[in-house]
């Protein structure tokens, strides 16, 4: 069975400043897709960045990119240059190749606090 | 163009009654999917229905049904209301059907059971 650890409940970050959160996962496919998922308080959950198990380049999109390490099965998420509105719980996410879409298995997340 | 749009957004019911919470996905999204948030589990995938039929479900019991409709509205139900049904009930929407995709969160139903 797939499974996705987030070992860090709660971290937090200056202003400004780079933090990296830190997400595993198990699973026997060779491909499969990993998420980084954004959820801010009271509001919808947006994808912040996609990362294709193929692929050996990271995915980077602006100020937050991912450090993919395949063979440790290991899929951290840094955020460079946090802002007040970075403040949110992060999930990291998961799915199989052969799976169905709307099938995510998620982390229990980590809540990221940014301090002015 | 709108989000996914669910409702209600907050609810109250005792113990042993049903309750049917609604998901309007984005205009365009055929597939839909549910999942139960709680601070204890985390989000755990319920169901996931495209052109009306449900594609995969999640280890919940069988008090816990959905359908969709041909305009790609779902809806879930959940019948003999327990404590522990209280959660964040999210639905989200995709525009394709393969894994990979971007899925669209609503803000989700509150459902606190007494």
């Known amino acids: 069975a797939q499974t996705v650890t987030q070992s860090q409940p709660e971290m937090s970050v200056q202003e400004a400043e780079t933090v990296t959160l830190s997400c595993t996962y198990d699973t026997s496919e060779s491909d499969y897709y990993l998420f980084w998922y954004k959820q801010p308080p009271s509001r919808q959950m947006i994808l912040v960045i996609r990362q294709e198990a193929y692929k050996q380049q990271n995915a980077t999109e602006n100020r937050f990119s991912v450090n993919f390490q395949k063979a440790a099965k290991s899929f951290s998420l840094k955020i460079s240059d946090s802002q007040l509105g970075d403040a949110a719980m992060y999930f990291c996410?998961?799915?199989?190749?052969?799976?169905?879409?709307?099938?995510?298995?998620f982390g229990k997340g980590t809540k990221l606090s940014v301090k002015p | 163009k709108a989000g996914v749009t669910q409702t209600p957004r907050y609810l109250i019911k005792t113990r042993g009654q049903q309750v049917t919470l609604s998901c309007s996905p984005i205009?365009?999204?055929?597939?839909v999917s549910w999942y139960q948030q709680t601070p204890g589990q985390g989000l755990q995938f319920l169901f996931e229905?495209?052109?009306?039929?449900?594609?995969n479900k999640g280890n919940f019991p069988g008090r816990f049904s959905g359908r969709q409709f041909s305009n790609s509205r779902s809806e879930m139900n959940v019948s003999t209301l327990e404590l522990g049904d209280s959660a964040l009930y999210l639905c989200?929407?995709?525009?394709?059907?393969?894994?990979?995709?971007?899925?669209?969160f609503g803000e989700g139903s509150r459902l606190t059971v007494l």
């Open positions: 205009s365009g999204h055929r597939s």
């Open positions: 989200a929407s995709s525009l394709i059907t393969g894994p990979g995709g971007e899925l669209f």
């Open positions: 996410a998961s799915v199989n190749y052969g799976g169905s879409q709307g099938n995510l298995i």
């Open positions: 229905y495209f052109s009306e039929t449900q594609r």
